[in-house]
T-cell receptor, first 113, second 114 residues
Framework: KQEVTQIPAALSVPEGENLVLNCSFT??????LQWFRQDPGKGLTSLLLIQSSQREQTSGRLNASLDKSSGRSTLYIAASQPGDSATYLCAVRRGGGGNKLTFGTGTQLKVEL | KAGVTQTPRYLIKTRGQQVTLSCSPI?????VSWYQQTPGQGLQFLFEYFSETQRNKGNFPGRFSGRQFSNSRSEMNVSTLELGDSALYLCASSLPGTGNTEAFFGQGTRLTVV
């Protein structure tokens, strides 16, 4: 059974810091991995999708890496801003068909002025 | 283009009642998945529908059911509601099969059971 863990559970940083969020998964037979952000009481916003054959993906100030063999992914946020405050979730999609996502428990990020 | 639309946004129901939630996927997306989010259990997969057929199912009791229509819109139904069913229910749509299967989520339906 796939298990996804995110560390840290919560993080508070001053504005402008670069930060790294971690995601680990127990079964490396994944099809892809997706990072999301969730604002309180809202749905999930897709940030980045990394296919299992890729090592990293970038979008603006965000960079996500994937090391499938070791079961790890990191989300790097450069020059953090208060608007980045949210919960960040990683999710893995297994191979073999279907779109079932297994989610981590999330990292709650607060960026302070 | 329009995103994933879930209705209603909020619901309050009484124990024992049943409820139906609706999800309209992004145009062209034929895969629709449902998730339950609670503070204690996080995000848990309920089921996935593709081409009007259930393709995957999570570990939820039979009180939770769903269906998909020919236009890819999906509904989920929860019968005999329990207090523990209070949660944010999220729907995701994706292109099916291989290739880019990025999931896009709706804003969710907040269900409160009293």
């Amino acid at each position: 059974k796939q298990e996804v863990t995110q560390i840290p559970a919560a993080l508070s940083v001053p504005e402008g810091e670069n930060l790294v969020l971690n995601c680990s998964f127990t079964d490396s037979a994944i099809y892809n991995l997706q990072w999301f952000r969730q604002d309180p009481g809202k749905g999930l916003t897709s940030l980045l999708l990394i296919q299992s054959s890729q090592r990293e993906q970038t979008s603006g100030r965000l960079n996500a890496s994937l090391d499938k063999s070791s079961g790890r992914s990191t989300l790097y946020i450069a020059a953090s801003q208060p608007g980045d405050s949210a919960t960040y979730l990683c999710a893995v999609r297994r191979g073999g068909g279907g779109n079932k996502l297994t989610f981590g428990t999330g990292t709650q990020l607060k960026v302070e002025l | 283009k329009a995103g994933v639309t879930q209705t209603p946004r909020y619901l309050i129901k009484t124990r024992g009642q049943q409820v139906t939630l609706s999800c309209s996927p992004i145009s062209g997306h034929r895969s629709v998945s449902w998730y339950q989010q609670t503070p204690g259990q996080g995000l848990q997969f309920l089921f996935e529908y593709f081409s009007e057929t259930q393709r995957n199912k999570g570990n939820f009791p039979g009180r939770f059911s769903g269906r998909q229509f020919s236009n890819s819109r999906s509904e989920m139904n929860v019968s005999t509601l329990e207090l523990g069913d209070s949660a944010l229910y999220l729907c995701a749509s994706s292109l099916p099969g291989t290739g880019n299967t990025e999931a896009f989520f709706g804003q969710g339906t907040r269900l409160t059971v009293v």
